[in-house]
């Protein structure tokens, strides 16, 4: 089967591609293919995360396990898109190159049969041109978090440490 997804730029203004894939691809193979529909080098780290229907982030899969001794983390080579995305579970984010934080939303549009002839991955519609900086990211604070910085350092007798350490 193909999956035609669309992968949204976290941004104001609408950035967007369509791309056409076998659902039995690797999300590697999907990760390359966002890459190369966006313009992107596709140098950098990334990790594609599960979400639910309000795109609250969930497990990550990664392009490469970072930890020193490794870990549970899944790997996109071994991880199928189908195994991930479907019908029932049409949305997932993904972020390319840490650093500077490009963050889109990738949603499950269709699910068609293989045309003969056809090569895939495709790109059936591209749509905006990618800024050259990623979007700056808005955190909202919980206001009854406040911390009074002033008074964070006032005293440093209540912070048990010996100002002669060395």
Not at 36 to 63: H, K, P, V
Not at 100 to 119: C, N, P, Q, Y
């Amino acid at each position: 089967m193909i999956y035609k997804i669309r992968i949204i730029l976290d941004a104001e203004e609408d950035i967007f591609r369509d791309i056409e894939i076998e659902d039995n691809n690797t999300l590697e193979e999907f990760h390359n293919a966002i890459t190369q529909a966006f313009g992107f080098e596709g140098g950098e780290m990334a990790s594609f995360y599960t979400c639910d229907e309000e795109w609250n982030q969930d497990e990550e899969i990664a392009l490469f396990d970072m930890s020193e001794n490794g870990s549970d983390v899944r790997l996109m080579n071994e991880t199928a898109l189908d195994d991930v995305m479907t019908e029932k579970n049409p949305k997932m984010i993904y972020v390319y190159d840490f650093f500077s934080m490009w963050t889109f939303f990738v949603e499950l549009a269709d699910i068609v049969d293989k045309e003969d002839g056809r090569i895939y991955p495709n790109v059936l519609f591209s749509f905006g041109e990618l800024p050259d900086s990623p979007p700056e990211k808005k955190f909202e604070s919980d206001p009854d978090a406040s911390v009074d910085f002033d008074n964070l350092l006032d005293s440093y007798d209540d912070m048990d440490f010996d100002e002669n350490w060395n």
